[in-house]
């Protein structure tokens, strides 16, 4: 089936984005993808690489520039560059013509079949994504931003956006006004206003199969709640279709510190070189 992805990044995760996008083309040989690349700083060298680790008959990479002068009054950081609030505005951005698409960092390996994710039912949501905390953060959450109890803060690293009931609905002035209340409270900038103001329109997905890292799973299997749900890696090795190397502990630096590289960034890199692809660090 033919499906619409997204990223938004700066020039600094060209290089990552080509690791992910091959593992998307090499675990899902049956599908066809659109790849929407929001951005305001890579060129055309970076495009063309980017071009270059994926094949065209598959995998059509998009270019879609966004002017640096956009939304120059959200919040950024080095960590949390402006790109990254693309995607709150994301129906904006993106064709009128897209119904729905999926969102995925560039910081992600791909190893299964995504049919079953995008395809998903949304109900009357605008997205669909994962959390990464367990309860006693999700309350911290609730009471930062004022969130509805029982609703989940979700991790916007995988998210599916029904983007035609966004386009439809979405206010603008909603984001600002929430950014003008909480201001001095954010700290994950895009993820932290996705989830203040949408946290009634988004639906839940596993974050075991779709939206795994290493700290989720280590605090799965140390907390006494979770007893008889642990995940092991053989479990990860037959199940889970996304990882995701959340947050500072990245495997193309020097100083990553756990398992998954060597069980699943390593092979994708491998796999390029054995293509004749660049991988990063060539």
């Keep these: 089936m033919d499906m619409n992805l997204f990223v938004t990044l700066d020039a600094r995760y060209a290089a990552p984005l080509r690791v992910m996008l091959f593992s998307l083309c090499e675990s899902n ?31 059509r990479v998009i270019d879609r520039p966004v002017p640096p002068e956009s939304f120059a009054d959200m919040p950024c950081s080095d960590r949390f560059p402006k790109e990254a609030c693309y995607r709150i505005f994301a129906a904006q951005l ?112 596993s974050p075991r199969l779709y939206n795994l890292d290493e700290k989720y799973m280590f605090l799965n299997n140390i907390n006494p709640w979770q007893i008889g749900s642990a995940i092991r890696l053989k479990w990860v090795q037959k199940n889970t279709v996304i990882i995701h190397f959340n947050g500072p502990n990245k495997p193309w630096l020097p100083k990553y510190r756990g398992r998954f590289k060597a069980e699943f960034y390593d092979p994708v890199i491998a796999a390029m070189r054995a293509q004749g692809l660049a991988a990063p660090g060539d």
């Design 29 to 59: 040989p049956q599908h066809r993808f659109d790849v929407y690349v929001l951005h305001s700083s890579l060129g055309e060298k970076e495009l063309a690489q980017i071009r270059a680790a994926v094949p065209s008959a598959q995998c």
């Design 94 to 205: 993106l064709p009128d013509t897209l119904d729905r698409a999926l969102y995925l960092d560039p910081d992600i390996v791909v190893r299964q079949d995504l049919e079953a994710l995008y395809t998903m039912d949304l109900g009357d949501s605008f997205f669909a994504a994962a959390t990464h905390m367990f309860l006693s953060m999700q309350i911290v959450n609730w009471l930062r931003f004022d969130m509805a109890r029982g609703s989940q803060y979700i991790n916007s690293g995988v998210m599916l956006f029904h983007l035609t009931r966004l386009r439809q609905a979405q206010k603008t002035q909603d984001v600002y006004d929430f950014i003008e209340k909480y201001r001095k409270r954010l700290v994950l900038f895009d993820q932290d206003i996705l989830n203040g103001v949408y946290h009634t329109r988004t639906a839940y997905i």
